[in-house]
């Protein structure tokens, strides 16, 4: 008996529901990346990078933030997100998952609860599991039940702080957050308001500050930004007032104990900024697909949701599989995705549009649907 024989056996089970993972290359036109803007190849971006290096700037950092690893273009770029979103301050991280994971491992303290919406995304689980709270799922979008969950806490003798956390756009379904009313619930009991605005910052608001610009700079309201979708490099920075900053420079061990990012990255998040303010066509371009895309394959059964991300529900995981083999070997890059990702019985074709592919892409893709459906 090998050592890894119950490995060997946990892989055998996925083969045989039809959800073991593999790797594949990227091939055919992007309908599944979230390089929204299409600044993964920036030549803003890219001349920002080589101009850093030319002043020196390291590629890597040497270490953590807090021994040697802080360079001033960490600095830089926390400032100026800061002002660009409108908060008092930002921290960097390496990546979303990391930062999502540190907020909810550290944040909430002993005595405390976080409501959390069923369907946030799989780093703010890792963090509840980490952390000292105590953590309920509400139903998706249910605002009722996010706050009878608060409810129900203060009458069993909750005492603490309830922390309500949500993503502004959903990463799976493309649907929004109620975040006024969310936002409503929290200052009736006297809460936190956790917004990940991953899949909307450069995508929607002004500027491309997201969904949640209304509530940024409040002292009840924290936002995580990444930096690796529609900004096109990499890394996550979480915005909020200066003690929550500090609190996590101090307390958060995604973040103590892990090297610093590239300072390079830091310089790129830079320019990234820069573009979402200086280049609002690429935003209107956006949603010009986006509004293509969903007359062209709603009668595929896509649903529409207003936003970049369209999700085609097929459920059974096999089938969802087959028909993403068969739109990629028509030249069109699209995974499925299947559970635990999404729950079960909701497996699905994630369709994810950039500026990386163009009307007529997008009329192809409809008609290769039609075929891989029939």
């Not at 709270?133 to 806490?153: K, M, R």
């Not at 499925?336 to 729950?343: C, D, E, K, L, Q």
């Not at 994630?350 to 008609?367: K, M, Y």
């Amino acid at each position: 008996m090998s050592v890894f024989d119950p490995h060997r056996n946990d892989l055998a089970a996925l083969d045989a529901i039809a959800r073991r993972r593999v790797l594949i290359e990227r091939q055919g036109k992007d309908f599944s990346s979230n390089d929204y803007l299409a600044l993964g190849r920036s030549r803003r971006i890219a001349v920002a990078v080589s101009d850093a290096i030319a002043r020196g700037v390291p590629i890597g950092s040497g270490g953590s933030r807090l021994l040697r690893g802080n360079d001033p273009e960490h600095e830089m770029l926390e400032a100026e997100a800061a002002a660009f979103f409108g908060a008092e301050t930002a921290l960097y991280f390496s990546t979303g998952y990391a930062a999502n994971a540190a907020l909810f491992a550290t944040l909430p303290q002993r005595g405390d609860l976080v409501v959390h919406d069923a369907l946030i995304h799989a780093s703010a689980h890792e963090g509840m599991r980490l952390g000292r709270g105590d953590s309920v799922a509400a139903p998706h979008n249910d605002v009722t039940a996010f706050e009878d969950a608060i409810l129900a806490w203060r009458r069993g003798g909750g005492r603490g702080r309830p922390w309500i956390a949500v993503e502004s756009l959903y990463s799976m379904d493309g649907d929004r957050a109620p975040l006024d009313d969310l936002f409503a619930v929290a200052q009736r009991h006297d809460g936190v308001l956790l917004i990940d605005e991953a899949h909307a910052t450069g995508v929607f608001g002004a500027d491309g500050r997201g969904l949640a610009g209304a509530f940024e700079g409040r002292p009840d309201v924290v936002t995580l930004r990444t930096c690796g979708k529609a900004m096109g490099c990499e890394g996550a920075l979480v915005c909020g007032p200066a003690v929550v900053r500090d609190f996590l420079i101090n307390r958060a061990r995604a973040f103590i104990f892990s090297t610093a990012p590239s300072p390079l990255m830091a310089s790129a998040a830079r320019a990234s900024l820069r573009i979402l303010a200086d280049e609002p066509d690429r935003r209107t371009a956006l949603h010009a697909l986006v509004a293509h895309a969903e007359h062209a394959l709603a009668p595929h059964g896509v649903t529409p949701t207003g936003s970049q991300i369209l999700p085609l529900v097929i459920g059974d995981d096999a089938a969802t599989m087959r028909i993403a083999a068969a739109v990629q070997a028509a030249g069109f890059d699209i995974r499925g995705i299947r559970p635990p990702t999404v729950p079960q019985g909701t497996s699905r074709l994630r369709i994810s549009l950039t500026l990386n592919v163009t009307e007529h892409d997008i009329t192809a893709l409809a008609d290769a649907l039609q075929k891989a459906l029939s």
